[in-house]
T-cell receptor, first 110, second 112 residues
């Protein structure tokens, strides 16, 4: 298995633009997580899904953030409109018995 | 609110110089303490899970231990390839098992 695959690896966008981050989890994993990592706050859980259903989105910072999981092999995290303070590394992870993380998407909003 | 504090923030060792990293935590009920390793530009990689005080886990040069207030990651005779950021996280029995609270990590550098 190729592991958790995230795209793009890097994204630079202007403030106010819509940003969509993508994740393909490991086949057979029934949990999917979205995390955000910054120097100031470390690694924070934004939302997680179980069998494609959102279970806990209390970590989503604002209504500008939304996440979907239309099927077991794909999830998106969307920020609309983006702001400079959204700049961070966003990780997707999937799990059956233990969590595996993707390589992350480094988002820069200018 | 769950809290995880890791110390030191950064640690430099010479190859072969053993040391320990600390993870202090506050949770209403511990439902697992997790150690991860993170290399630059990569996602965290799972190392260990500890569930109860007194438990120990080992993997190569690493050994993790757990008390009721803290966990230690002991590194014995480290090598340069052990250089990474080590993250500690806790799961709270009062909340979701998967809503892990992470510390900010310890950046370990092992010089040859």
């Amino acid at each position: 298995d190729a592991g958790v695959i995230q795209s793009p690896r890097h994204e630079v966008t202007e403030m106010g633009q819509e940003v969509t981050l993508r994740c393909k989890p490991i086949s057979g994993h029934d949990y999917l997580f979205w995390y955000r990592q910054t120097m100031m706050r470390g690694l924070e859980l934004l939302i997680y899904f179980n069998n494609n259903v959102p279970i806990d989105d209390s970590g989503m910072p604002e209504d500008r953030f939304s996440a979907k999981m239309p099927n077991a092999s794909f999830s998106t995290l969307k920020i609309q409109p983006s702001e400079p303070r959204d700049s961070a590394v966003y990780f997707c992870a999937s799990r059956r018995t233990k969590a595996f993380f993707g390589q992350g998407t480094r988002l820069t909003v200018v | 609110e769950d809290q995880v504090t890791q110390s030191p923030e950064a640690l430099r060792l010479q190859e072969g110089e053993s040391s320990s990293l600390n993870c202090s935590y506050t949770v209403s009920g511990l439902r697992g303490l997790f150690w991860y390793r993170q290399d630059p530009g990569k996602g965290p990689e799972f190392l260990f899970t500890l569930y109860s005080a007194g438990e120990e886990k080992e993997k190569e040069r690493l050994k993790a231990t757990l008390t009721k207030k803290e966990s230690f990651l002991h590194i014995t005779a480290p090598k340069p390839e052990d250089s990474a950021t080590y993250l500690c996280a806790v799961g709270d029995s009062g909340g979701s098992n998967y809503k892990l609270t992470f510390g900010k990590g310890t950046l370990l550098t092992v010089n040859p």
